[in-house]
């Protein structure tokens, strides 16, 4: 597979469960790739890449800082010179009532899954723009299309990446760029390991396929909107829930 050759992609959050596995699945289709996390943490991703031959560099970002967002798209620039694919992944959950949530619990959410989305598209838009080509991809929730009691902050956070992406859609596909959202049901990750077993089988029961989703199974749906296959798809919302929400 060597559907991405010599095209160049950052990842946020790319430390562990689903970002991981979407940077290892596009250095496995030939991108150059940027691992993104806070402190030291996507050094690892970044190593195993090189240590398979692929080509990786990792940055330390958090991702709700923009000078140091600026300075992640600056290392892609210098490191492989362009940057063709965004993936928007890091997140966070702070989950209580909304009677109980507090406003740091909600705008920690919201800035970190929502508005760190924008300032990462608006840091790559220069260079895509230039180039008129490019990929944009948000990984979003089924829980940002059904709710679900608890998650106030993060289902509107979620949500709130389709509407940026389908905005943002419309701005630049004159330029061939793409934004689309992949939007993962319940994903066997550290996320979902801190639900707890009787909250995980409760979900399991809403979940037609009757199992979790892998997180390459969510790397597969992001890989293929990265690549020349999607090219007429823009402002799509791809599932990947085992049909938890139809
Ligand atoms: P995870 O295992 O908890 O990993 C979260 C990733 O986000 C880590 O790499 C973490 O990096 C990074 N991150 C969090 N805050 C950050 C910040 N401020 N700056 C930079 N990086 C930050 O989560 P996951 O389950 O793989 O989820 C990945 C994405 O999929 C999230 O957007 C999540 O909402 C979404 N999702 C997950 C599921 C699921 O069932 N697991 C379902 C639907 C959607 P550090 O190493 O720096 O902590």
Redesign the pocket.
């Known amino acids: 597979m060597d559907s991405l050759h010599d095209r160049v992609a950052i990842v946020?959050?790319?430390?562990?469960?689903?970002?991981?596995?979407v940077a290892r699945r596009l250095a496995a289709a030939g991108a150059a790739v940027v691992t993104?996390?806070?402190?030291q943490?996507?050094e690892a991703a970044a190593a195993e890449i090189r240590g398979a031959g692929g080509r990786a560099v990792a940055v330390s970002?958090?991702?709700?800082?923009p000078a140091r967002i600026d300075a992640m798209v600056r290392t892609a620039l210098d490191e492989f010179g362009r940057v063709d694919v965004l993936v928007?992944?890091?997140?966070?959950?702070r989950d209580r009532l909304a009677l109980r949530m507090t406003l740091a619990d909600w705008e920690a959410v919201v800035t970190?899954?929502l508005t760190?989305a924008f300032t990462c598209a608006r840091a790559v838009l220069r260079p895509m723009l230039k180039q008129r080509s490019g990929r944009i991809i948000s990984?979003?929730?089924?829980?940002g299309q059904m709710g679900n009691a608890g998650q106030t902050n993060?289902a509107a956070s979620?949500a709130g990446l389709v509407g940026f992406s389908k905005a943002l859609a419309r701005e630049v596909a004159s330029r061939g760029i793409t934004v689309n959202v992949v939007?993962?049901?319940?994903?066997?990750?550290?996320?979902?390991a801190?639900l707890g077993e009787s909250a995980q089988s409760a979900m399991l029961t809403q979940i037609p396929l009757g199992r979790?989703?892998l997180?390459d199974e969510?790397a597969a749906a992001v890989c293929f909107l990265a690549s020349d296959e999607s090219a007429y798809i823009t402002g799509h919302v791809l599932a990947v829930n085992g049909g938890m929400y139809m």
Not at 12 to 21: K, L, Q, W
Not at 183 to 192: F, H, L
Request: glycine share 14%; hydrophobic share 45%.
């Open positions: 946020t959050g790319a430390s562990r469960g689903i970002g991981r596995a993104a996390a806070r402190e943490h996507a970002v958090d991702v709700t800082d928007n992944n890091a997140g966070i959950a970190t899954n760190a990984v979003g929730s089924v829980v993060y979620k939007a993962p049901g319940m994903i066997e990750t550290d996320m979902t801190a979790l989703g997180a969510v």
